[in-house]
């Protein structure tokens, strides 16, 4: 099982510097991926989990800069949300992070949950399923082909991005099944995971890395993650403070590549 993990952007209190710090001692550690949260502009005061009204700062931007400072760890969103996006200035800014990068994106993206939040920007939220459909169509047209609508040149094309989407709706998963690299579930227990993940994998031939976010807590519980077959588990640790202490403690428990020197 791959240990990702959640970079902590979702409190106005959260430096800038820190959220890189925390993304440098994750790839220290091992851990395959940083992911960072979305929001354009949630209608309330930030809360506390398990919907937090995250997204201090804008991810892809951070993730930009993050990427400067390593050179390892995979970057990616946890997750964006897709249909408050243009997807043709959207597939030019994940290309080019991941050329920056040296192929190490992974565009994580979902269809949201708030409706307020589409209220705000002006987005519709009952078609919001079909326009992330249609995105990922035409995403995925610019990254294989290098061609967009009336011709026009898409380049330079991404080297390693993969696509996760996230959601445990049956729309979500019949996304994943036509569009997705991975899968993320989220609000899960093991037990219901497994059952989501058997109709995912009746959907598609394609191999699709099946995963989960989850908050830590303790060892017993990732090791449930472990019995009901996610090849991927997306951990947040929690308040900012002892951050790295916490992703320390997991990393040596379970035998991440980084652990013994950290």
Not at 11 to 20: A, D, F, H, K, L
Not at 32 to 58: N, R, S
Not at 208 to 232: H, L, P, S, Y
Request: hydrophobic residues 40%; negative net charge.
């Amino acid at each position: 099982m791959r240990f990702q993990m959640i970079l902590p952007n979702e409190s106005t209190e959260v430096p800038p510097g820190r959220i890189t710090e925390i993304a440098v001692a994750a790839e220290r550690l091992g851990f395959e991926t940083a992911y960072l949260p979305d929001h354009l502009l949630p209608p309330g005061e930030y809360g506390p989990p398990p919907k937090p009204f995250g997204g201090v700062y804008e991810p892809l931007i951070t993730l930009a800069h993050i990427a400067s400072q390593t050179s390892t760890i995979r970057l990616g969103t946890s997750v964006l949300i897709l249909p408050l996006r243009e997807p043709i200035l959207l597939a030019k800014q994940v290309a080019t992070l991941d050329r920056l990068s040296a192929g190490r994106v992974t565009l994580g993206v979902g269809v949201g949950w708030n409706e307020p939040e589409y209220d705000s920007v002006g987005a519709t939220f009952s078609d919001r399923g079909a326009r992330a459909d249609q995105s990922l169509e035409l995403i995925h047209q610019l990254f294989t082909t290098g061609r967009g609508p009336g011709d026009g040149v898409f380049e330079p094309r991404p080297i390693g991005v993969r696509i996760m989407v996230g959601g445990r709706s049956g729309a979500a998963l019949r996304r994943v099944a036509r569009f997705g690299d991975a899968w993320q579930g989220v609000g899960y227990r093991p037990a219901e995971f497994t059952t989501s993940a058997a109709k995912l994998r009746a959907l598609t031939d394609r191999p699709v890395a099946i995963g989960a976010r989850i908050e830590w807590t303790d060892a017993d519980e990732v090791e449930q993650w472990r019995e009901a077959g996610a090849d991927e588990l997306a951990v947040a640790f929690g308040e900012v403070d002892g951050f790295e202490s916490r992703m320390g403690e997991f990393a040596k428990r379970f035998g991440l590549s980084g652990s013994d020197g950290a």
